[in-house]
T-cell receptor, first 112, second 114 residues
Framework: EDQVTQSPEALRLQEGESSSLNCSYT??????LFWYRQDPGKGPEFLFT???AGEEKEKERLKATLTKKESFLHITAPKPEDSATYLC?????????????FGQGTILTVHP | KAGVTQTPRYLIKTRGQQVTLSCSPI?????VSWYQQTPGQGLQFLFE???????NKGNFPGRFSGRQFSNSRSEMNVSTLELGDSALYLC?????????????FGEGSRLTVL
């Protein structure tokens, strides 16, 4: 069965304390792995797309990496405004473009 | 460029009633997908429409239905509401020509069933 699992469920960091979020997936064919950020009461906001193992993408304090089994979202020197739920999702081969399978998310809290 | 617009943002219904939610995609996007988000199940795919045709459907009962109009605007309907239908319903639009392939989400319609 195709699955996307994120860990940890929640993460508390001090401002400036770097860490990583994990997204492991078991899918029959990957056509893209996506990272989204979701603030309370809002819809998910797109961060990155990764298509193949070894690929990396960066944006400000965030860096996403991809292997054949998992993806990591590295947060360097986080700030309180980075507090949000981070969602990982996959698009599988043989399915339609608008269907993503999401993980349960990691709730990140950054304390000043 | 305007984003994905969903209406209404909040609504309260009672069991047995039905509800219709509306979604206006980003201009030029022909694909509209709907998702249900709950604390227990997370984000789950409901269905996708492209050029007024349902292209895919998730594992939800037949009480959940949708449609898309010629201007790409979409509606979803839930009939005979149950308490468990309380959720944030998210609409997303996309363009298959996008290099990054992402879905653009609206802010959602928060449904509470009493």
């Amino acid at each position: 069965e195709d699955q996307v699992t994120q860990s940890p469920e929640a993460l508390r960091l001090q401002e400036g304390e770097s860490s990583s979020l994990n997204c492991s997936y078991t899918v029959s064919g990957l056509r893209g792995l996506f990272w989204y950020r979701q603030d309370p009461g809002k819809g998910p906001e797109f961060l990155f797309t990764l298509y193949s193992a070894g690929e990396e993408k960066e944006k400000e304090r965030l860096k996403a990496t991809l292997t054949k089994k998992e993806s990591f979202l590295h947060i360097t020197a986080p700030k309180p405004e980075d507090s949000a739920t981070y969602l990982c999702a996959v698009r599988m081969s043989g399915t339609s473009y608008g269907k993503l399978t999401f993980g349960q998310g990691t709730i990140l809290t950054v304390h000043p | 460029k305007a984003g994905v617009t969903q209406t209404p943002r909040y609504l309260i219904k009672t069991r047995g009633q039905q509800v219709t939610l509306s979604c206006s995609p980003i201009s030029g996007h022909r694909s509209v997908s709907w998702y249900q988000q709950t604390p227990g199940q997370g984000l789950q795919f409901l269905f996708e429409y492209f050029s007024e045709t349902q292209r895919n459907k998730g594992n939800f009962p037949g009480r959940f239905s949708g449609r898309q109009f010629s201007n790409s605007r979409s509606e979803m309907n839930v009939s005979t509401l149950e308490l468990g239908d309380s959720a944030l319903y998210l609409c997303a639009s996309s363009s298959s020509g996008s290099r990054t392939g992402e879905l653009f989400f609206g802010e959602g319609s928060r449904l509470t069933v009493l």
